[in-house]
């Protein structure tokens, strides 16, 4: 419907690379609006279980995304050519760090990784907004323990990109 295309991955990491400081509360991904953008779900969820723990791992990160007002598109996550293949033709991929942001970046795909105040080697900028690998990627980058901070900015950021094709689309219905 003409809505800007976001996609989405609100997950990466390990216990052994900081999993939990990395990663925002997925409710925070609930305020981008699924009425202004056409959100996909590329969250990778690691399958190493029995066929029975790896379907409802599967079952459990669609259930995520449509939580989130987005469809969850599983070829996406089981197959990473596929995942560069979707990052490619979104308009914005909207990602914590962890590979997807690599593959925008790779691809020269918009994008806007939500950086915690604790980052990665691979995340530490020179400015508040810069990724030193990848000139595609912008980074919002977390203030102390405040992820409600950085989710204002991401708003505040897909509003200044998309406001005038959003408002086209939303005219359009």
Request: glycine residues 6%; charged residues 25%; aromatic residues 8%.
């Amino acid at each position: 419907n003409g809505r800007p295309i976001i996609t989405l991955a609100w997950k990466g990491g390990l216990p052994q690379t900081h999993k939990e400081l990395r990663n925002p509360p997925r409710e925070l991904f609930k305020t981008i609006d699924p009425a202004k953008y056409c959100l996909v779900s590329i969250q990778y969820t690691q399958y190493n279980g029995t066929p029975q723990e790896n379907f409802n791992k599967m079952k459990a990160t669609e259930a995520a995304a449509q939580e989130l007002g987005a469809f969850h598109y599983q070829p996406a996550i089981d197959d990473i050519d596929e995942q560069a293949a979707v990052i490619a033709a979104s308009d914005c991929l909207v990602t914590v760090a962890q590979t997807a942001m690599h593959l925008a970046g790779g691809t020269s795909t918009p994008c806007i990784a939500l950086i915690a105040s604790k980052p990665r080697w691979d995340c530490i900028g020179d400015t508040d907004s810069e990724m030193p690998w990848w000139k595609s990627i912008t980074c919002i980058r977390q203030r102390g323990q405040d992820w409600e901070d950085v989710f204002k900015r991401l708003n505040e950021e897909l509003e200044k990109r998309y406001a005038t094709q959003t408002d086209r689309a939303a005219a359009a219905e």
